[in-house]
């Protein structure tokens, strides 16, 4: 029987995987470093280390920033330099104790000791100063956005070397949602003309440095992105949607890229789901997508689930399914 990490270089790679992989088994998050980012409590609010507040609402399933007239950062995108300030990131080797015990704790022959990267780029952009300004922005002042986008690039590659020097990590994951469920925020062009470059610096310094796998989180329709991410370096496509057509994506790029989703948090992550809700959804991802290039999962972000007992309930259906079919 293949190590968990065997088995997904066997799914990636187009060889003789003996199992599905389930969904995040093989990679263990180091989340507990100092400069990892904090969440908001329900129903609270937190000021980050840019200044962003972020507000996570009762009844709601995630947290998001506040843009209204006191609370938004950045409110002219060309006097981002006098508001947007890089946070230190530079700890004593003491802050960095817990999380090298947990790096040294992987079994490295089982699991990838992954770090964990959000927001990303896209995201960091429209944080600070709201979508609507972000996707205008694009447009109206683009000097200015590939300025700032420049600059939140090299703190992110400062952010690689704290990450690198202290755990020496051979996976990266890595948020920046990029569409809606139906298209890209962005045109492929524009995207191209704002964001390759600076990801290919990013993702280029942590495969110079001993990381051996991205994997990108974006939950969303992408797919006119995807060549873009095989240029940028990403391995993984985590979150993808079945609005993106998996299975001719997985024909057309399979030998390229993996894809990891096709289940719709939405669809079986809510206060009524089921056991059979969930059986039914896997089946259907796992006998339309295939056993390589695909890891069946949900699309959320990380290995957890809105509702308790969802997560666990789906690894039981992925591993039914790997009994019917390997």
């Not at 200015?144 to 990266?172: C, N, Q, R, S, V």
């Not at 949602?177 to 310094?205: A, T, V």
């Not at 979150?239 to 669809?267: P, R």
């Amino acid at each position: 029987m293949l190590t968990k990490r065997q088995n997904l270089v066997e799914v990636m790679k187009g060889g003789n995987p003996d199992r599905f992989v389930k969904q995040y088994e093989c990679f263990n998050m180091i989340m507990n470093t100092p400069i990892t980012r904090k969440k908001p409590p329900i129903g609270g609010e937190i000021v980050n280390e840019w200044g962003v507040t972020t507000r996570w609402p009762e009844g709601q399933i995630g947290a998001f920033p506040v843009h209204d007239e006191e609370h938004t950062v950045v409110k002219d995108i060309t006097k981002w330099r006098d508001v947007v300030k890089a946070p230190n990131i530079k700890f004593p080797a003491e802050a960095w104790a817990a999380a090298k015990a947990s790096a040294a704790a992987v079994d490295r022959t089982e699991q990838y000791c992954t770090v964990f990267v959000a927001p990303g780029l896209f995201e960091h952009v429209h944080y600070l100063m709201s979508m609507e300004e972000a996707l205008m922005a694009f447009y109206e002042e683009p000097e200015a956005m590939h300025e700032l986008i420049e600059y939140l690039t090299d703190w992110e590659i400062e952010l690689a070397k704290e990450f690198i020097t202290h755990l020496k990590p051979d996976a990266l994951f890595h948020h920046d949602d990029w569409g809606s469920q139906i298209n890209s925020f962005l045109s492929p062009s524009m995207f191209e003309e704002f964001f390759l470059e600076p990801y290919k610096r990013i993702y280029g310094f942590y495969k110079e440095n001993g990381v051996e796998l991205v994997v990108h989180h974006s939950d969303s329709y992408a797919a006119n992105l995807v060549p873009f991410m095989i240029e940028m370096g990403i391995d993984i496509w985590q979150g993808v949607m079945k609005t993106n057509n998996i299975a001719e994506l997985i024909q057309k790029y399979g030998s390229q890229i993996t894809f990891m989703g096709g289940l719709h948090s939405g669809e079986i992550d809510f206060p009524g789901w089921t056991q059979d809700i969930i059986a039914t959804e896997v089946e259907k991802a796992c006998t339309e997508y295939g056993k390589l290039y695909y890891i069946p999962g949900s699309s959320q972000g990380l290995a957890i689930s809105s509702f308790p007992g969802v997560y666990e309930a789906t690894d039981e259906e992925i591993e039914k399914m790997s009994k019917k079919m390997f």
